[in-house]
């Protein structure tokens, strides 16, 4: 028997020490442990279960003491708790999560438990249910709170709603990359967040459209609020790339039987109507921004689309095209290159050769300034014409190898003049040819680059000037 006691001991306390949870034994008045395996004391940061032992007391180590009264409680009334969750401090003062079960032992005046660690459980848990509720990029409440928020405000008779659409956001993405545009998102909810304060919540339901929806709140304060949104827009950047620019709708509930849906809508559609007339100045200014960062970082100057605008449109007359095509290549002539703002500086004024990798980086402006324009309705004309001014009649142009009259009748005359005026005027790392010179070049490349009926009636118009 005494054998057979010891065995059972031996593998009771193999069980005890090597498990992988913690299990202990602890005083009910104090919390004070009396057993304890090395799991635990190594979860509550201890050297070891006789340090454990001698220092832990648990009523003091509960973040809220709360949770051990309502444990307390529990074990009084049922005799164990099972699956409690509760945070703890270590012994360094870090917190963590437990989850333990436990059963009391009233003659001994003791309980007896198994303790887990879910620290990383909970945090994972909560990091899901913040990003249920919650925008990943700038931080903000999500559709998913607005629309829970509105039933929560359901019986509420004095709400406003103001939404919030970005202006130029695409025109940002497309120009300079969605890092930019993502920066212009951030400072635009850090002016809403701290613009509304308590007053209210700021939502990002959209790609470019925030809400922010204000209890207690009438139309004179939500309309004083949209008018400090604009003062701090206003002062926040001199770049007016990343000058933040919302057109702002706002509406008050007009009573409890008005749905705040319909508040909603009435504020988007006050909202539309002013982004009708904001949006398209505030691509003017972009556009006439990024035409002035062409000037300054590359070779095309003011000069340069001078010239090149006027030879577009002698060719564009002598073929006889309307006014329509004439006022987009009047338009294309200044623009075709606007891609390039995309370009790294040192790459565009690169005075030798260009790397394989850095000709890629070039290669691809074409498509900037496509979804650029494209942006723009004002601009939407000429995109395609963009996207192709750099294909070749042979078909071995970029960026989709097009060839002959499959590329844009505009494209291809903005490509021949574009080319003539920089034979003729140069580069810092391209000596100019005599107007001569460049004719005959023109010549040369007819049928492989350049479409070989303009070249003739281009070199034609040329001639006859210089005969003139």
């Not at 070779?299 to 090149?308: G, I, L, N, V, Y």
Request: with cysteine; aromatic share 8%; charged share 30%.
């Amino acid at each position: 028997m005494e054998t057979k006691l010891r065995i059972s001991e031996e593998t009771y306390r193999n069980l005890f020490h090597n498990a992988q949870v913690g299990l202990f034994r602890s005083r009910i008045s104090d919390g004070a442990i009396l057993e304890a395996n090395h799991q635990i004391a190594e979860m509550f940061g201890y050297a070891s279960r006789q340090e454990f032992m001698a220092e832990f007391k648990s009523a003091d180590h509960y973040v809220d003491p709360e949770k051990r009264k309502e444990m307390l409680r529990l074990l009084d009334e049922h005799g164990e708790v099972r699956h409690f969750e509760a945070q703890f401090r270590r012994k360094d003062g870090s917190i963590i999560w437990m989850l333990f079960s436990a059963r009391v032992y009233p003659e001994q005046g003791w309980l007896e438990g198994v303790m887990e660690d879910i620290t990383s459980r909970v945090e994972a848990e909560e990091r899901l249910r913040y990003l249920s509720y919650h925008d990943i990029l700038t931080g903000l409440y999500n559709r998913t709170f607005m629309e829970e928020e509105l039933e929560q405000r359901a019986n509420d008779p004095k709400v406003s709603v103001i939404i919030g659409d970005v202006n130029g956001l695409k025109l940002v993405n497309d120009a300079f990359g969605h890092e930019q545009g993502d920066r212009l998102l951030v400072k635009i909810a850090e002016i809403l967040t701290q613009t509304v304060g308590e007053k209210g919540t700021v939502v990002r339901f959209g790609g470019d459209e925030f809400a922010i929806i204000l209890p207690n709140q009438g139309q004179e304060e939500a309309q004083a609020i949209i008018r400090e949104i604009r003062r701090r827009c206003r002062e926040s950047s001199s770049h007016v790339i990343m000058m933040p620019s919302l057109a702002l709708g706002r509406a008050t509930r007009r009573g409890l039987d008005e749905p705040l849906r319909r508040v909603v809508r009435r504020a988007e559609d006050r909202m539309y109507s002013q982004k009708l007339t904001e949006s398209s100045s505030h691509r003017s200014a972009i556009l006439a921004f990024l035409t002035s960062t062409l000037r300054e970082k590359s070779f095309e100057t003011e000069e340069h689309a001078q010239r090149t605008r006027k030879l577009a449109l002698d060719i564009g007359k002598a073929l006889g095209l309307g006014e329509s095509d004439l006022s987009a290549l009047a338009l294309l002539a200044t623009l075709h290159d606007i891609g390039k703002v995309s370009v790294e500086d040192s790459i565009l004024r690169k005075p030798g050769p260009l790397t394989p990798q850095e000709w890629e980086e070039v290669r691809k402006h074409p498509e900037v300034g496509y979804r650029i324009t494209l942006a723009s309705p004002e601009l939407a004309s000429i995109s395609e014409a963009i996207l192709a001014h750099h294909e070749w009649w042979d078909g071995t142009g970029y960026p989709r190898g097009l060839k002959g009259e499959e590329i844009p009748l505009l494209a291809r005359i903005i490509a021949l003049v574009d080319a003539y005026d920089v034979m003729t005027h140069g580069r810092p790392y391209r000596q100019a040819m005599t107007k001569e010179q460049a004719i005959q070049e023109l010549r040369r490349l007819a049928g492989e680059q350049f479409d070989p009926r303009l070249v003739e009636v281009f070199t034609g118009m040329l001639s006859a000037e210089m005969g003139a």
